[in-house]
């Protein structure tokens, strides 16, 4: 089966996917700062916090343009694609991370952004990643064509989301505060917020992030397609990046605006739902996907869960200033991707 079979616009020229690409990007970049903004709004008004608000709402929200690729993906018999594609936008989407520390110039992200829920996020991604790594190496059994442990990985990060609200809203311990700690401080102004129009200005940007996201990740898919990439490089990198770019306009936004925890929280948060997306491309795809995965994929939940430690290392760490006035960690995941990822095309 060719690959173009999914691609709705395999048939254009090189130069007018190019120009969907950028114009999507383009919208992304627009639409995102508003989302940004509308959200921090929200998680004032329903007292959620930016944590949570940044984690499951947006976090889901932003993954969305990666959940089709991968589902239609899976559905369409592309399991290495499918599986490369979700983790590894959790791999990119934490590189993200490193670049919206670049852009906070007063202190390094992980130190200013001091949250609980960041690091039980974090822990609750390891946990997940490491799940979806043994359950690949499990006997091939299938149940109603899935493999039984899909339902599991699903039932683990709803638990996990309990277990992350119960610990903010009743915390054991708390991160030191520091003059450059940004505390999740909600606005003065909340009393002339229209909560209607906010609801409906916030989804109305969410339907223009998602759409461009799709746009983004199928002309990714058509302008690599006609190399000789393979599925794990194609899917684990450049696929990835283009659904991923909602994540890094919205935590880049959440940065400007000064909602610190939000943009971390989108994107570790965030992630955690990308696991998720691998548990249900197996209910689309034609037998267990877990066991579909090649060793390239396995090599990729590896890195990132090499990526993931050394980012809560700094999130527990909370450096203030470090290498190129960014935290040690931001910089070790920028090496480690880069040398992982050269690796990956060496090996794929």
Known sequence: MNMSAFISFHDLGLFEVILIFVFSAIVISFAGTYLAKFADQIADITKMGEAVVGAVLLGAITSLAGVVTSLTAAYQGYADLAISNAIGGIA???????????????ANLEHASASLSNLMYSILLIGLLTLLLLMSQTPEITVWNFHPGSPFIIIAYIFGLRMVSRGSKAPMWSPKLTSETIPDIPAKNLGSINHQKLWISFFIAAGLVVFAGYLVGEAGIAITKKTDLSESFVGGL???????????????????????????????GGNSFEVIVVALADFFYSGS???????????????????????????????KKGIAKIGWESFAIVIFFILGYLLLFIIG
């Open 92 to 106: 990119v989407q934490t590189l993200f991370l490193a670049f919206a520390d670049m852009t906070y110039k007063k």
């Open 289 to 319: 996907i877990l066991h579909a995965a090649t060793t390239s994929d396995s090599y990729i939940i590896t890195l990132t869960i090499l990526l993931m430690s050394i980012l809560l290392l700094g999130l527990l760490v909370r450096e």
């Open 238 to 268: 450049f696929t990835a990046v283009a659904t991923s770019l909602p994540e890094l306009i919205v935590s880049i936004s959440a940065v400007r605006r000064g909602s610190l925890t939000m943009a971390v929280s989108n994107i570790v």
